[in-house]
Structures are given as C-alpha cells and as structure tokens.
C-alpha cells in the first residue's frame, strides 16, 4: 500500500484525453503538453488526463493509501486510470452517503470498474445493499449511445462474478427504466447515473429521485460534457423542477445532494 509521503505505488496517471480525432490541433498542443510537464507522478504539479488540466493542485487522493489500495486492486485500464479524479469523486460522494439511510444505485454499470473501486474504498456498506443495472448486451435493443467494446453476451456473468466478493450487491440485466419496476430499493443513499443515455437517466430519475433520501447522494457522470450536452439538459430540466441546481465539476461529473 502507498504511503502518503509518495512511495512507488503512488497512482500514475497516462495523459488519456478524449475527442482528439476531431481535434487535431488540440492533440498536437497536448503532446507538447506532455511532453514538457511529464505528467503522471503524483509528485508532479501537473495533472493532465481525462480532459482535465491542472497546475498546483495537491490532489491528495492520488497518494491516499485508501484510494490507492482501492484504484490498483481493480487492475485498471488506461482508460479507467486516466479518470481517476472521476473515481475519487464517486467515492467520496459514496463515504458521504453512509450519513443518511438507504441503498446505492448506479444505472449504467457496464463492466463494474466504478463501483468495484467504490465497494473497495468503503469496505463496509454498514448493512446497505448496492443495485446495479445494465443491458450489457445492447444487440437488437434500441439503446440510445454508443456499443461498447466489452458489451457481449457473457458481460453478464462476468460483472455478476466481478462483484462476488461482496454479499449485498445485486446485479440485474436489463433497460432503464424498465428494469426498475422489477428490482430497485425503496430508500436510496447513493445514486450514479452513467448511461450515457439522457432519455434513460431523466426516466430513472423520474422512477427513483423520490426515493433518494434527504441530504443523499446523486452523481451525474457524463453531466459536463460537451458531447453530452442532452444529459445536462435533462439533468438541469429535472433538477430545476424541484428546486435543485446541479453542481457541475471540473471532472465532468455534476452531483446534486437531495434537500
Ligand atoms: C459508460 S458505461 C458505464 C460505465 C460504468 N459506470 C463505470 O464507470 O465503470 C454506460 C453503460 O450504460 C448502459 N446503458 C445505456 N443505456 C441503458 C439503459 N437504458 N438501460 C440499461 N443500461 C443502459 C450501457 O449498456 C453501458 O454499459
């Protein structure tokens, strides 16, 4: 396990950024970037990756024995490190739920990355149990958003194997929203909304947001983001709805704590 005075195990982070192939200047200005900060050690003042570029910030997560314990024992891709500001998010947003009652919920959880890293870096879910949804084989559905490498029959079982580990987590195949009336908790701490899909996320809120407890927990993943500039607007129409604005991150995450 790291230390915090920076070990070996500190969390080195690749430069992945993404879009570039529709910006090839943007591309060319990050690999002098890179280049010339070396990005990637915890130690460096630079964090760049993930779309996100900083100067100076301490980032503390990244030389946190908890967080980093928790990040390697799910053997990471590059992909998945380089959003390692977005997985500190979610955890922390995760630790803050166990202050009110209720379950975790995460909608879109393709191979488990996420929340495996989430169940890690909390150790004890004190007594919850955490619902996690997806097609994860999206062939012959009308599934809004892009199919994903690793979408197969088998993805499944291999999730469901995934968080075997864990007794309290129930892994159920199926489209939001859906899939909710069959399986979902009454009282929600935790909510992770990461389909990609703005239709599917507003449904899910219109299915679960009343069961989110006072002072819960309620992630956006792909809120910021140019690209996804449905899911904010729907996250935004909703939130606004009910007196909530949505806070957006410099990750790209947006997180509402329920009032
Ligand atoms: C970006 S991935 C989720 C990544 C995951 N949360 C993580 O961080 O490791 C989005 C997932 O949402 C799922 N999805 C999209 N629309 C859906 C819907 N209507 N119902 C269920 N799953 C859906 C896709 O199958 C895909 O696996």
Redesign the pocket.
């Known amino acids: 396990m790291a230390s915090h005075n920076g070990s070996a195990e500190d969390l080195r982070i690749p430069p992945v950024f993404w879009g570039l192939q529709h910006n090839p200047e943007a591309a060319a200005v990050l690999r002098t970037l890179v280049a010339t900060a070396s990005p990637g050690d915890a130690r460096n003042p630079w964090f760049i990756a993930d779309n996100l570029i900083t100067f100076g910030h301490t980032r503390g997560f990244l030389t946190d024995p908890r967080f980093v314990a928790a990040v390697t024992a799910e053997s990471p891709s590059a992909h998945?490190l380089a959003s390692v500001w977005r997985t500190h998010t979610l955890c922390w947003a995760a630790e803050s739920a166990l202050a009110v009652p209720g379950d975790f919920v995460?909608?879109?959880?393709?191979?488990?990355?996420?929340?495996s890293v989430v169940l890690r870096y909390l150790d004890d879910l004190r007594g919850r149990r955490c619902y996690l949804?997806?097609?994860?084989d999206?062939s012959g559905l009308e599934?809004?958003?892009a199919r994903?490498p690793a979408?197969a029959p088998e993805l499944f079982e291999q999730v469901r194997a995934r968080f075997r580990r864990w007794d309290n987590v129930v892994v159920t195949r199926?489209?939001?929203?859906e899939?909710l009336t069959a399986v979902a908790p009454d009282h929600i701490a935790f909510l992770?909304l990461?389909?990609?899909?703005a239709q599917?996320e507003a449904d899910a809120l219109g299915v679960l947001f009343k069961r989110v407890s006072t002072g819960g927990m309620i992630v956006f993943?792909d809120y910021g983001w140019t690209g996804d500039r449905a899911q904010k607007s729907a996250a935004d129409a909703f939130m606004q709805s009910r007196g909530l604005a949505v806070l957006e991150l410099p990750t790209g995450r947006g997180l509402v704590i329920k009032r």
Do not use: I, K, R
């Open positions: 998945e995460e909608c879109g959880t393709y191979q488990g990355y996420s929340m949804y997806d097609v994860f999206p599934v809004e958003g994903l979408h199926g489209l939001v929203p899939a992770h990461d389909m990609n899909n599917a993943d």
